[in-house]
T-cell receptor, first 112, second 113 residues
Framework: NAGVTQTPKFRVLKTGQSMTLLCAQD?????MYWYRQDPGMGLRLIHY???????AKGEVPDGYNVSRLKKQNFLLGLESAAPSQTSVYFC???????????FGEGSRLTVL | AQSVTQPDIHITVSEGASLELRCNYS??????LFWYVQSPGQGLQLLLK??????LVQGIKGFEAEFKRSQSSFNLRKPSVHWSDAAEYFC???????????FGAGTRLAVHP
């Protein structure tokens, strides 16, 4: 089973470039999340979605946009990348009923 | 706003010794509480969770955690650590109707032979 799949897994950008991270889940989950992980700071919530067509801001939303046009996909966009956005990004999903989050394997982004 | 504090950034234990990782949370209502583990270069794996009921919960790999409402704590324990337990451990709290899951900064565990 694929579970939660993130693409790409690695990317290097120059400051000012744009890119989109794709998260796809095949578990028919309602909720999806984007986190960033930085040393000593744990995982911080960027944006999340409680269903198709809906999104909401998390703890650190600035500089990011998201879209949930299809239930199985959750896109994270960087319109103008900055070095401060160098991080490892994790996508996660869960069903409507309260339970664990299922995580992807992460996407390492470096902004030069 | 809800928050999670893991006071210990790094912990080193000897193989076979007992382990306790601390987690304190700030949240008004009864929270949903989780412990996740992350091995180097990997994603996160759920160790255990608490939603309600018995305050001592058992998880995978021999881990357990105890919810103490009076102390706003959810500490993770293991009676005998194995070298393969070396990893980073994250405590997390779900709130806001459990729309969001907020993580602590993590505790990195090293295990000496």
């Amino acid at each position: 089973n694929a579970g939660v799949t993130q693409t790409p897994k690695f990317r290097v950008l120059k400051t000012g470039q744009s890119m989109t991270l794709l998260c796809a889940q095949d578990m028919n989950h309602e909720y999806m999340y984007w986190y960033r992980q930085d040393p000593g700071m744990g995982l911080r919530l960027i944006h999340y979605s409680v269903g198709e067509g809906t999104t909401a801001k998390g703890e650190v939303p600035d500089g990011y946009n998201v879209s949930r046009l299809k239930k199985q996909n959750f896109l994270l966009g960087l319109e103008s990348a900055a070095p401060s956005q160098t991080s490892v990004y994790f996508c996660a999903s869960r069903p409507r009923e309260p339970g664990e989050l299922f995580f992807g394997e992460g996407s390492r982004l470096t902004v030069l | 706003a809800q928050s999670v504090t893991q006071p210990d950034i790094h912990i080193t234990v000897s193989e076979g010794a007992s382990l306790e990782l601390r987690c304190n949370y700030s949240y008004g209502a009864t929270p949903y509480l989780f412990w996740y583990v992350q091995s180097p270069g990997q994603g996160l794996q759920l160790l255990l969770k608490y939603f309600s009921g018995d305050t001592l919960v058992q998880g995978i790999k021999g881990f357990e955690a105890e919810f103490k409402r009076s102390q706003s704590s959810f500490n993770l324990r293991k009676p005998s650590v194995h070298w393969s337990d070396a990893a980073e451990y994250f405590c997390a709290v779900g709130s806001g109707g459990y729309n969001k899951l907020i993580f602590g900064a993590g505790t990195r565990l090293a295990v000496h032979p």
